[in-house]
């Protein structure tokens, strides 16, 4: 069920960064384009508003502009207001419970001039309620972090974002990783740059494993693989029985 504080990634609600952040706007679309994407939900930016009210975050944020240990133990130990807490569960429920990805979406990510790429948190294989919302609080209290408030004040945002939160259905995956659809070094649009590797695709996007890399081209008769280079595979993620992740 839908509310004020939930948005279903299938919904009818229209694709609004301000209200679901940049990963879950586009989540939303590629869902709408027909695309494979893991069931979920988002919690809005309304309940990032709530809870930094509720717990009067806005003076902690104050008296620390740059961020750091005391925001996110402020936010991490901050209590969720109960209608937040409702919703969240509720949606939680409606995914049948079980192992949830919880993605922070901020509202200043996936942008044409800013990615925001790895500046705020993920935590993979949540399970269980207490553990969800302990993770949904880290999302929040990672857009406090020092790396996050450097980076935004390096690309010029004056303005502070919110933070929205995507919860997905968790997927055990054999290998994950990136596509890119346009080549990132060159720019070139006829180029698909795929980097995967084995296990969960934390390994490749946090720079733990050197990725097996492939480049795509498109040609006059489709496309084909123009570069292929393999990884190195240092270490493997993988989802741990009872909740998060181990190395391997």
């Known amino acids: 069920m839908t509310s004020a504080y939930t948005r279903w990634l299938d919904g009818p609600e229209e ?6 952040g940049g990963k879950g706007a586009n989540l939303v679309r590629l869902v709408r384009m027909g695309l494979p994407v893991p069931p979920g939900f988002v919690v809005t930016t309304p309940a990032y508003d709530a809870f930094v009210a509720r717990n009067d975050l806005v003076s902690v944020i104050g008296d620390n502009p740059a961020g750091g240990a005391v925001v996110r133990t402020a936010f991490e130990r901050g209590a969720v207001p109960a209608e937040v807490e409702r919703a969240v569960l509720e949606a939680y429920r409606g995914l049948e419970g ?95 740059v795929v980097e995967a590797s084995p296990g969960l695709g934390e390994a490749v996007v946090s720079g733990l494993a050197t990725p097996d890399h492939y480049v795509l081209r498109r040609g006059r008769l489709g496309w084909r693989i123009a570069e292929r280079r393999p990884g190195r595979r240092e270490v493997v993620i993988r989802q741990r029985a009872g909740g998060g992740t181990v190395q391997i």
């Open 15 to 20: 694709a609004d960064i301000a209200l679901l």
């Open 98 to 192: 079980g192992a949830v990805a919880v993605r922070s979406s901020a509202t200043a990510e996936d942008l044409a001039d800013a990615a925001f790429a790895g500046q705020q948190e993920t935590f993979l294989n949540v399970i269980g309620e207490e553990a969800l919302l302990d993770a949904v609080r880290g999302c929040w209290a990672s857009l406090w972090s020092e790396r996050a408030i450097s980076y935004r004040a390096h690309r010029g945002f004056e303005e502070t974002p919110k933070l929205a939160v995507v919860v997905q259905r968790m997927v055990d995956a054999e290998v994950a990783g990136v596509a890119l659809t346009a080549n990132p070094v060159t720019g070139a649009r006829d180029e698909v």
